[in-house]
């Protein structure tokens, strides 16, 4: 069975300071996506980004990258520059192509910015 | 804005009771998954239909029933409620059903409070 593992339940960082999330998994499948989702106060969950298993490539997207490394079964976060409002629960999920959108997700990490 | 809309946002309701919770998905998207969020469990997936048709079934209860209409909303229908039944169900939409089926768009959720 695959697993997701964010050990960090609760960040406060103050406003501009970098910060990152992690997220270890776990999946015997060689074929798979990882996810990130916010969720807001407001409680919805907004899409980050998706990368699938054959693509190690670090992705950056404005004052967001995250690294994806095999090796060690990871896919961080990193929010640079952080905002008031970035604060909001972070979720980072596992797709297997085999159960295609069954995600399986972390407990997620709590962020929270102080100004 | 998603573009899956589920109605009702909240519902309040007894023990013993039965609800239906429904979900519009994304305009031409013919999947629609439905997620659990509690204090126990987490997010976790329940089900998933594809053009009508049941495709997979999580840690969904024998209580819980689900469906998906010719005009491809979808409808959770949740009976002999219990207290630990008290959650945000999420509706999720995608294009396809599967491997490469696209991003995974969440509508805003359904607050259920069973007292």
């Known amino acids: 069975a695959q697993k997701v593992t964010q050990a960090q339940t609760e960040i406060s960082v103050v406003e501009k300071e970098d910060v990152t999330l992690d997220c270890v998994y776990e999946?015997?499948?060689?074929?798979?996506?990882l996810f990130w989702y916010k969720q807001p106060p407001s409680g919805e969950l907004v899409f980050l980004i998706r990368?699938?298993?054959?693509?190690?490539q670090n992705e950056i997207s404005g004052r967001y990258s995250w690294n994806f490394q095999k090796s060690t079964s990871s896919f961080n976060f990193t929010i640079t520059a952080s905002q008031v409002v970035d604060s909001a629960v972070y979720f980072c999920a596992l797709d297997l192509f085999a159960s295609a959108r069954q995600l399986t997700f972390g407990s997620g990490t709590q962020l929270t910015v102080l100004p | 804005d998603s573009g899956v809309t589920q109605t009702p946002k909240h519902l309040i309701t007894a023990t013993g009771q039965r609800v239906t919770l429904r979900c519009s998905p994304r305009?031409?998207?013919?999947?629609v998954y439905w997620y659990q969020q509690s204090l126990d469990q987490g997010l976790q997936f329940l089900i998933h239909y594809y053009n009508g048709e049941e495709r997979a079934k999580g840690n969904i209860l024998e209580r819980f029933s689900a469906q998906q209409f010719p005009d491809l909303h979808s409808e959770l229908n949740l009976s002999s409620l219990e207290l630990g039944d008290s959650a945000l169900y999420f509706c999720?939409?995608?294009?396809?059903?599967?491997?490469?089926?696209?991003?995974?768009?969440f509508g805003e959720g359904s607050r259920l409070t069973v007292l």
């Open positions: 999946t015997r499948d060689t074929t798979y996506y």
């Open positions: 999720a939409s995608s294009e396809g059903g599967g491997a490469n089926t696209g991003e995974l768009f």
């Open positions: 990368r699938n298993s054959f693509d190690e």
């Open positions: 305009s031409g998207d013919l999947s």
